[in-house]
């Protein structure tokens, strides 16, 4: 069983500011994986990344960039030179490595506005 | 690639009729499809797993004669909401994966959601 906790309910940034949202995680597998989904205000689900447990290289995908600390069950977003589309609730989600089980548990998601 | 679609992408119903949502995986196969509910301003929870040709696992407190769920090919799954009230209204979200658990295609896309007004 996973559980996850995005401390930060909403966020509020000015365009161009970088900002980072915070994702902690609990679970008892030693291999799992975690992901980040982007929900805008039109309700679809945006998939982001996808990690894997046992890379714990961090990541960047143009202004995207993800901080995987497995030591201390984190998994942090970060968006730099912030834009007015980034705006949406990010969801962080780990999901169990077992066979056949392919559930995300769902954090209560960040809202992120991004101000012009 | 990974394009999941839904239809309707909204629906108006009657208190005790019964409405059917479709969700399409459009350029690839999903073995396993995923149905969630979503209310205002709060996360995702899970409603079901099916599995393409086998009845859906449902979660608990998930009413499984309420919510009926068919996943009879493997781009195509359908939730029935059956004699629909007002406390089902909801945005209900569906995901596809191919399951296979390698790579990237375990990997859980969404469609663009129905939201479901019962009046």
């Known amino acids: 069983a996973q559980k996850v906790t995005q401390a930060q309910t909403e966020i509020s940034v000015v365009e161009k500011e970088d900002v980072t949202l915070d994702c902690v995680y609990e679970t008892r597998d030693t291999t799992y994986y975690l992901f980040w989904y982007k929900q805008p205000p039109s309700g679809e689900l945006v998939f982001l990344i996808r990690r894997n447990s046992f890379d714990e290289q961090n990541e960047i995908s143009g202004r995207y960039s993800w901080n995987f600390q497995k030591s201390t069950s984190s998994f942090n977003f970060t968006i730099t030179a912030s834009q007015v589309v980034d705006s949406a609730v990010y969801f962080c989600a780990p999901r169990d490595s077992g066979a056949g089980s392919y559930q995300l548990t769902f954090g209560k998601g960040t809202k992120l506005s991004v101000i012009p | 690639g990974a394009v999941v679609s839904q239809h309707p992408s909204w629906v108006i119903c009657k208190s005790g009729t019964s409405v059917k949502i479709e969700c399409r995986s459009l350029?690839?196969?999903?073995?396993?499809m995923f149905w969630y509910r979503q209310f205002p301003k709060q996360s995702l929870m899970l409603m079901a797993t099916?599995?393409?040709?086998?009845?859906?696992?449902?979660e608990q407190g998930v009413e499984k004669d309420k919510f009926l769920i068919n996943h009879a090919s493997l781009t195509l799954s359908t939730l029935t909401v059956t004699s629909a009230h007002p406390e089902d209204s909801s945005f209900y979200i569906c995901?596809?994966?191919?399951?296979?658990?390698?790579?990237?295609?375990?990997?859980?896309?969404f469609g663009p959601g129905t939201r479901l007004t019962v009046l």
């Open positions: 350029d690839f196969q999903a073995t396993t």
């Open positions: 995901s596809a994966s191919s399951g296979l658990g390698t790579g990237h295609t375990d990997t859980q896309y």
């Open positions: 099916s599995n393409e040709g086998s009845k859906a696992t449902y």
